[in-house]
Each structure stands twice: as structure tokens, then as C-alpha cells.
């Protein structure tokens, strides 16, 4: 049995509150029998690009660097 379960936000930073400049947290659960995961970090986005920082939270084994842009509700990324 797979299960995984996905939460974020968007905390807009600018002024007119359009989201082109924002924090964006998110936390990411995914379990496969004996397995399970949970990636916990933050976004931070300046439209069109994005930088951000994860941290694997079960296991204590990795930090998660990210890099992208984000345009047009397309988002594409580089970790």
C-alpha cells in the first residue's frame, strides 16, 4: 500500500498581495509499507524565479537545495 499526503502555503511579501513575491512553505509525507518519508522546507519566490530549502525530516539524511522558475502556473525546478 502507497499513501502520500501533500500541505503548502502561500504568504504573499508584496504590497498588492498578487503573489510575486512570497514565502511559500510546504511539507511532504509519502509512505510505502516499512517505508516512510517526510520532506519539510521553504520556498521563497521573486516572480518569475524561485530558491528554496528542504530538509528530509524522517531519517535525518538530507538537505534539499532547490532552484526554478515559475511562470504562467508552470514550475519547473532543479534539486
Known amino acids: 500500500m502507497m499513501m502520500s499526503g501533500?500541505?503548502?502555503g502561500n504568504?504573499?511579501?508584496d504590497r498588492d498581495l498578487e503573489g510575486n513575491i512570497a514565502?511559500?512553505?510546504t511539507v511532504l509525507y509519502r509512505m510505502q509499507g516499512p517505508f516512510n518519508q517526510v520532506d519539510a522546507g521553504m520556498y521563497f519566490k521573486y516572480s518569475p524565479?524561485?530558491?528554496g530549502v528542504y530538509y528530509r525530516a524522517?531519517?535525518?539524511d538530507a538537505l534539499i537545495a532547490i532552484i526554478g522558475i515559475d511562470y504562467n502556473h508552470l514550475r519547473i525546478g532543479y534539486s
Open 49 to 51: 524565479l524561485i530558491f
Open 11 to 13: 504568504i504573499p511579501l
Open 23 to 25: 514565502l511559500i512553505p
Open 58 to 60: 524522517l531519517g535525518n
Open 6 to 8: 501533500f500541505i503548502g
